[in-house]
């Protein structure tokens, strides 16, 4: 659990690398916003290369085929105004963003519910003794009663051979 409530605070941790600028992160793609720019007068760059038919004060940067990533340098480009994105995001249908007062709440809650177990367990067990240690009675005597059939009887030590075995319990 606790490596679990780590990977959620780490990537609760991650921060936006563009920053001023409004981006949000879609199922499959980015799309930016070039702030300040008019619809039908912003010009759009990736890589240094213009996006033909892109002149909108927002694009959706679609992710590449196969790898499900959107990366690249892109640039939006208004009369004398430029803003730059540069974005390595993993995207994937499905998925949600963690927020940060989420993670934390999920990783308080982890901790407290473990806390409260350790404790209901930590109660119980000191219910069930008395405080009063009571020893262990020891059913078997030092000294058992010879047994009653002569063909048990134990055997004399000085009738014992010299075999490997012979001499563990003496």
Known sequence: MILTS???LLFAAAVNPAQGQDITIKDNSVMMT???GDDGKVIWTKNNKELEKQTNQTYDAEAEQGKGTVEGLFTCQY???KHVFYLKVKVCEGCYELNGLKAWGIITGDLLLTGGVILIVYLFANKNTDGTQKRASNSRSLNPPRPPNPDYEALDPKMRNNAVYSGLNK
């Open 34 to 36: 070039c702030p300040g």
């Open 6 to 8: 780590f990977m959620f």
């Open 79 to 81: 009369e004398n105004t």
